[in-house]
């Protein structure tokens, strides 16, 4: 464990899951970036006032104490169109985050977070939370993206 650092681990989605480690202590929780489409309006509104969102939420994240690091799920399937969408523009807001405030940024696959939690690369969502609950018995775990993000984190600091 790496006491003294602050680290922050990011399941990005539109329901991204989020762990911090600071000063040897875990926090961790989700947050929905989710736009309800009003009728008669185009998908990319919804897409780009997710990004919105995102946005702002990380510029809150990062106020306050640096982070030393950041730690992301590369992931390389999507469910749709608009989850690439949605996707790849929170990862160019976090790059664009991080160099803004030079902070490093670390990546894995999520087989790779999964194996090295589960020990199985292709483990499900209830595999997960059932892993993030044996360990952190005291959490009150919100969902699976809360999970992969602490999953993610703890892969980290194994590295």
């Known amino acids: 464990m790496k006491p003294h650092i602050r680290i922050l681990a990011l399941d990005m989605a539109t329901t991204t899951g989020y762990a911090i480690l600071a000063n040897g202590i875990l926090s961790s929780g989700s947050q929905c970036f989710a736009k309800q ?8 509104a919804h897409v780009g006032a997710s990004h919105a ?6 510029t809150e994240m990062l106020r306050g104490p640096r982070y030393d690091e950041i730690v992301y799920e590369m992931a390389g399937f999507f469910k749709s169109a608009a989850a690439v969408q949605v996707c790849v523009g929170f990862r160019g807001i976090l790059l664009a985050h991080a160099a803004k405030h030079n902070i490093p940024l670390y990546s894995y696959s999520p087989s790779a977070v999964k194996k090295f939690w589960t020990g199985k690369g292709t483990a499900k969502k209830p595999d997960m939370i059932a892993k993030t609950k044996r360990e952190y018995p005291n959490l009150d775990i919100t969902d699976d993206n809360e999970c992969d993000a602490i ?4 892969l980290h600091l194994t590295q």
């Open 53 to 58: 969102m995102f946005n702002n939420w990380l």
């Open 37 to 44: 489409a009003p009728t008669k309006t185009r998908a990319a």
């Open 151 to 154: 999953a993610l984190l703890n």
